[in-house]
């Protein structure tokens, strides 16, 4: 059964970092894309981050280029996605998703497996 959970998240001020996880199981991850979602309160789903099944190729949404960085060790089964200079608007469940589309971006029609989320709150 494919698997993907989601852990790290937690409660840091603002300006602070966070290392988010994703440990799949149930499939060979060095054959998906893996990508980086939230969903804030009252607000629709968004695109964080996604990275090709090799790591060579990601992208990021505008609101987080140049402070999250998302990696992957397919030896370890684990997709990771480094927050740096976290904002209060970094504030959402953020969810990790599979697909074996190559051509997927960070639009999570592409996605069909999800993780269940971590919880990450900026706050001071």
């Known amino acids: 059964q494919l698997q993907l959970v989601e852990s790290g998240g937690g409660l840091v001020q603002p300006g602070g970092s966070l290392r988010l996880s994703c440990a799949t199981s149930g499939f060979t991850l060095a054959t998906y894309v893996i990508g980086w979602f939230r969903q804030a309160p009252g607000k629709e789903r968004e695109g964080v981050s996604s990275i090709s099944i090799s790591g060579g190729t990601t992208n990021y949404a505008d609101s987080v280029k140049g402070r999250f960085t998302i990696s992957r060790d397919n030896a370890k089964n684990t997709v990771y996605l480094q927050m740096n200079s976290l904002k209060p608007e970094d504030t959402a469940v953020y969810y990790c998703?599979?697909?074996?589309?190559?051509?997927?971006?960070?639009?999570?029609?592409?996605?069909?497996?999800w993780g269940q989320g971590t919880q990450v709150t900026v706050s001071s």
């Open positions: 998703a599979a697909t074996r589309d190559l051509i997927a971006d960070l639009r999570d029609v592409w996605y069909s497996y």
